[in-house]
């Protein structure tokens, strides 16, 4: 088992497109003429997102530069700036096509729409009751266990349930090899798996974040400003001939649940290595901070975006786990570029703070 902590290791940002494509999700713009805007309005979109950028570059750009020389640095990231937009749009394009054909084609499991599907209705979730019941009575300390500081475990499924879920996964990976369509993977690190919200269960899963991670992170992560309104859904798989582990990295994402749904498997903890904001991401992790979660089928592990993890190696078996990713609107605009906010949640103040006031009786 691969339980070293490798301390020069880097800490990846892992990353999805979809967040970036708010208005490509599924069950939106049903029809084809809602997908693009009329022609002079893109014009207007594209102007004033360019006098954007130049104004953001001229107000950058040293005063020692000649005019001359403002100029040529300008239309040199200019090309390029427009460059990246056009790759950026054809990309968004192919993917509206990509979920566009799927939602039109695809049956799930017993040869159901998605839509009258009754495991693609949240109503028909199964969730342990005793979890319902404390979140309905505000009762969270009879079901949600912290494990370490900011770590929450609590049961979330019944394995019958689990097994329906692995089962509906399946069937979507076969139909996309059985039509040539290609399954697309969670996120920029993971190669197997696939995303969920592209098959049907993106209202299921805005759902599930509305009602049961809102109220838990509300709970136990109280400066994260609520509500938590988007989200994005998607199924990991680890085994011996796939990915065996995932590399040291934070989430895109303010709140993470993250539940093991089968099948057997040894090794794959969950390894946590404290919370930090993008400006101290890279800092290494104290002895503390270091803690091993072992997955237990049907049961859901709850930790801030931020919250540096990374999957150890599986040692045999399969491991599938859904996670999904909350984002709160809100606190990002809050913590976006204002460096300030961290200090409430980043543990790298509060090392720092320690350590501060530690050598200052020292040297009094
Ligand atoms: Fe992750
Ligand atoms: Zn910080």
Redesign the pocket.
């Known amino acids: 088992m691969d339980n070293k902590i490798q301390e020069e290791e880097k800490v990846k940002i892992?990353d999805n497109k979809k967040y970036h494509q708010q208005e490509s999700k599924f069950n939106e713009h049903d029809h084809e003429n809602s997908l693009s805007s009329s022609s002079a309005e893109e014009e207007e979109n594209e102007n004033s997102a360019e006098q954007q950028f130049i104004n953001y570059i001229t107000s950058h750009l040293s005063d020692h530069l000649t005019v001359e020389e403002r100029s040529d640095y300008l239309q040199k990231v200019l090309s390029q700036w427009r460059k990246h937009r056009k790759h950026t749009q054809e990309e968004q394009q192919m993917y509206k096509k990509y979920i566009k054909t799927i939602k039109e084609n695809y049956l799930g499991t017993n040869s159901l729409l998605p839509s009258v599907h009754p495991l693609y209705q949240f109503q028909n979730w199964k969730l342990n009751p005793k979890l319902i019941q404390a979140i309905n009575e505000n009762n969270f300390d009879s079901v949600l266990v912290q494990v370490h500081p900011g770590i929450y475990t609590f049961e979330c499924f019944d394995e019958e349930f689990c097994q329906q879920l692995i089962a509906e996964i399946n069937h979507f990976e076969k139909w996309c090899l059985e039509n040539g369509i290609r399954v697309q993977r969670p996120?920029s690190?993971n190669n197997y798996g696939a995303i969920l919200d592209n098959f049907g269960f993106e209202p299921c899963l805005q759902d599930l974040m509305t009602h049961i991670v809102e109220p838990l992170a509300k709970h136990v992560y109280s400066y994260i400003t609520p509500p938590l309104d988007s989200h994005h859904g998607f199924v990991v798989e680890y085994s011996m001939n796939k990915d065996k582990k995932?590399d040291f990295?934070?989430?895109n994402?303010d709140v993470?649940l993250?539940v093991c749904l089968g099948q057997e498997f040894t090794g794959g903890q969950l390894y946590f290595g404290g919370v930090r904001c993008q400006e101290h991401v890279q800092t290494p992790s104290l002895p503390n901070e270091d803690f091993y979660f072992d997955h237990k089928i049907g049961y859901g592990v709850l930790h801030v975006?931020k919250h540096r993890?990374?999957?150890c190696e599986i040692t045999s078996g399969t491991r599938l786990n859904l996670?999904l990713?909350c984002l709160s609107s809100k606190f990002q605009a809050e913590n976006c570029g204002n460096h300030k906010m961290c200090y409430k949640w980043c543990a790298y103040h509060q090392i720092n703070e320690c350590f501060h006031k530690n050598s200052h009786v020292k040297h009094d």
């Open positions: 892992i996120n690190m995932l990295h934070v989430d994402a993470t993250n975006g993890h990374r999957a996670i990713w």
